[in-house]
């Protein structure tokens, strides 16, 4: 289950409904560690699927982008964005790294399909790339149900994983 789908469930059954859970998927912890490292943002390399990006998208930043695919006809968008040939050159670091979690969730719901960022540590380093999708964090957690609880209604379901979540809380 991903994480949009929990916080989706949190938000629904869990609290007052003026309440939204939002979760993010993290990236591993090497990758996390090679990005902070880089001091140099390079280059930012994403695909947005036109189709799911709406006028609420606007936090990921691409609804304009999205918006000029459609009236195109296309299924996506590449966006690349990129510095000059300087060595000492980089996109805005802060910006990036802000808009990091909004991407990274935005890649959960099939948003963004493709994210990588490019850069090194000091002007002197290689370019490294990091794949955003394929470096992120995974864990899996089975809910003990017996077979004869997978066909119940949605609110015994619910009420289950509320009991689950209250233990494991």
């Not at 935005?106 to 399909?113: D, L, N, R, W, Y």
């Amino acid at each position: 289950m991903r994480s949009y789908a929990v916080a989706s469930y949190f938000t629904q059954f869990v609290t007052a409904k003026s309440t939204k859970y939002e979760l993010t998927p993290l990236l591993d912890a090497d990758a996390s560690a090679r990005l902070r490292r880089k001091g140099f943002i390079r280059k930012v390399d994403m695909r947005v699927a036109v189709s799911s990006i709406g006028e609420l998208d606007r936090d990921i930043g691409v609804a304009p982008i999205a918006a000029f695919g459609q009236d195109y006809g296309a299924e996506f968008c590449d966006i690349t964005m990129t510095v000059g040939r300087g060595r000492k050159d980089s996109l805005f670091r802060s910006k990036v790294i802000e808009m990091l979690p909004n991407w990274l969730r935005a890649s959960e719901e099939h948003k963004i399909t493709k994210l990588k960022i490019s850069g090194k540590e000091n002007e002197d380093e290689v370019t490294e790339e990091i794949n955003l999708l394929v470096d992120q964090m995974n864990a899996k957690e089975t809910l003990p149900v017996a077979p004869s609880e997978r066909l119940i209604p949605v609110e015994k379901r619910w009420e289950a994983l509320m009991r689950f979540w209250r233990k494991e809380t």
